[in-house]
């Protein structure tokens, strides 16, 4: 009896469909990675979408940053300003000077009038500062009545007119800023006198002495005196009430 031989290529044809289903999954496998790989070169537009939107929020963002440091540029700016206005404000409301008092005439020949004028008055005034008199009220001022000389109505005791001698020794001259006193008081030669006469003041010195307190005068004024006051003549100033104090 003849054995019937069993078919080969029937056993192996199932094995040879699994073999070529898995080479399709294989070369689809390749052949989807591939097309992958060459499009991850390009945008996917969703991609594209929530790019160009991180784009634009990155470049808002930016500008945000400029406009809000432009605004704080501007903050810092205006408050300058106002520190710089109020600065000004305050250089424009500075406290005026104090009233001074300022001689008009001082005896320069005379360092110890010089002296005593700094203590009592002052000499180098800001060019702001107002002008006043002194307080004549104050307890330590005089008031008398006040004549004038000069060398042609200077006598030397003798009844020589027209010469310069005075009780001190110092030449009297056209522009001498110095005073005489009664004879009476004679140890007052060597002072320094202040004088007040229409608010003005003259820092004076005592270098003669003379006979007129009978007469009810308490100073005699040398020409530097009473042309500071205005007069240009003894004649002229005659005989007016002054205020005076020595220093």
Known sequence: MVKARPHTSSRFLPIMG???VMVAIVVALLFSGATQAQGSGQ?????LGFGSSQSSNSSMSAA??????SDQSDDMAVSETIELNESSQRSITVKDPDPVVVPIAIDETNP???QKASEVCTLD???TAPRVAPDVNDGTWSTGLATAY???TN????????VTNTASGIDLTDNSITVAVPAEQSYLVGSV????YDDKVVIATVTDTGGFAKYGRALDLAPGVYKAFGASTPSEWGVRTIYYRFL
């Not at 945008?43 to 991609?47: A, G, P, R, Y």
Request: charged share 25%; proline share 6%.
């Open 18 to 20: 699994v073999v070529v």
């Open 150 to 152: 000069n060398i042609t």
């Open 64 to 69: 945000d940053r400029a406009s809000a440091s």
């Open 193 to 196: 006198v202040e004088i007040c």
């Open 43 to 47: 945008e996917d537009s969703s991609t």
């Open 155 to 162: 006598d030397d005791g003798f009844g020589n007119f027209g």
């Open 125 to 127: 005034p800001l060019p």
């Open 112 to 114: 110890e009038a010089k």
